[in-house]
């Protein structure tokens, strides 16, 4: 049996991987988002709001339960939040929280429970952070975001470090940028954000326009091209555009 820990499930990229992780006949799928919009009979949902720290260890320490029959363990963090696009000096203090606590503090939490509770497992067990292109370079008014996915990628090559150092060679750690997708972050960046706010609008107008975004699905195709083919992919940092 395969088994996905999946947060954001509810929409957009997490929604796309829920959905093909159940396209394979031996797979449960076991999503943590605010709101549920997938069922299954191989689909369990666990409601939480994973901005909020407090609730996080409790919810996944009730769901990472010893799975004796697991041939393949994954979590992918997913969940993440852009926060305010704006420049420094008119960001609001509880969106720089919110930011760093949705990309960076709960995938921490997770990726800690998560390789506590399936240290000795002997599965195939393999943690993805969804990353972001923008953590390799800075983007006006996106600062929160460039800085928390540059957060999350060194969180990732941390973990697969220490792991390494454990002899723990049947547990990978990927932080993986999903490249530019057509999700409902996208849309709030064309029709919610000024140009003064965010230089690069513009652009990001012009990839609904032109067809360029990729689709959902798509994307999550490649996600589980790399899950299926772990031995191809021996860097933590990875593109699914290079795959």
């Not at 720089?96 to 240290?119: C, E, G, K, S, W």
């Not at 292109?133 to 941390?158: Q, R």
């Not at 798509?218 to 860097?235: R, S, V």
């Amino acid at each position: 049996m395969q088994y996905y820990f999946i947060t954001g499930t509810s929409r957009g990229i997490g929604q796309a991987l829920a959905k093909q992780a159940l396209l394979e006949e031996s797979a449960k799928v076991i999503g943590f988002s605010r709101k549920q919009s997938i069922e299954h009979q191989r689909y369990t949902h666990h409601f939480v709001d994973l901005s909020d720290v407090s609730t996080i260890g409790k919810v996944i320490d009730k769901t990472l339960v010893d799975l004796p029959d697991a041939e393949r363990i994954v979590l992918i963090n997913n969940a993440g939040t852009l926060g305010d696009v704006k420049y420094f000096g008119s960001i609001a203090d509880a969106s720089i929280d919110q930011i760093f606590t949705l990309n960076v503090t709960a995938p921490a939490i997770l990726m800690n429970h998560f390789i506590r509770a399936y240290r000795s497992s002997s599965a195939e067990r393999i943690i993805i952070n969804v990353s972001s292109g923008v953590s390799e370079y800075p983007v006006d008014g996106w600062s929160g975001y460039c800085a928390s996915k540059a957060a999350l990628n060194m969180l990732s090559e941390v973990a697969a470090l220490e792991l390494e150092k454990q002899n723990m060679a049947n547990f990978r750690v990927y932080a993986v940028a999903p490249g530019i997708v057509d999700t409902e972050m996208q849309t709030s960046i064309r029709e919610k954000t000024r140009e003064q706010d965010f230089s690069r609008l513009q652009k990001f107008k012009d990839y609904k326009e032109s067809g360029a975004l990729e689709n959902p699905a798509q994307t999550a195709e490649k996600y589980f091209y790399l899950i299926n083919h772990p031995e191809q992919f021996t860097d933590v940092r990875q593109d699914v555009r290079e795959f």
